[in-house]
């Protein structure tokens, strides 16, 4: 299995930039596909997350009403839409994919089985 982020970038406060994550190596219908940010000094923290098969989402407090998580069954990826991002928002973002999830364990980067290498976003003031 293989996780491939990419859409990272350096926008000013504000702005909005809409990273993706492409799957490939095996079907995800019982898969959770999750974001998950790391920020120089801290422990990697939940973003967002969605269910492949009927897409129930789920959002950290930090990021519910600016960010959305959406699936292109497709092309096999999943994207996170950030908008109205903030200087705190800076940091290392990953995707990663956990097999059936409930969930109560959505939020929770020990439960994931796979993980993408990450796509770097800056935000400016």
């Known amino acids: 299995v293989q996780l491939q982020a990419s859409g990272g970038g350096l926008v000013q406060a504000g702005g909005s930039l809409r990273p993706s994550c492409a799957a490939s190596g095996r079907t995800f219908g019982n898969y959770v596909m999750g974001w998950f940010r790391q920020a120089p000094g801290k422990e990697r923290e939940f973003v967002a997350a969605?269910?492949?098969?009927?897409?129930?989402?789920t959002y950290s407090d930090a990021v519910k009403g600016r960010f959305s998580i959406s699936g292109d069954h497709a092309k096999n990826t999943v994207y996170l839409q950030m908008n109205s991002l903030k200087l705190e928002d800076t940091a290392g973002y990953y995707c990663?994919?956990?097999?059936?999830?409930?969930?109560?364990?959505?939020?929770?980067?020990?439960?994931?089985?796979?993980w993408g290498q990450g796509t770097l976003v800056t935000v400016s003031s």
């Open positions: 969605i269910k492949w098969s009927g897409g129930s989402k």
């Open positions: 990663a994919a956990g097999r059936s999830l409930i969930t109560s364990s959505m939020s929770d980067p020990t439960k994931y089985d796979y």
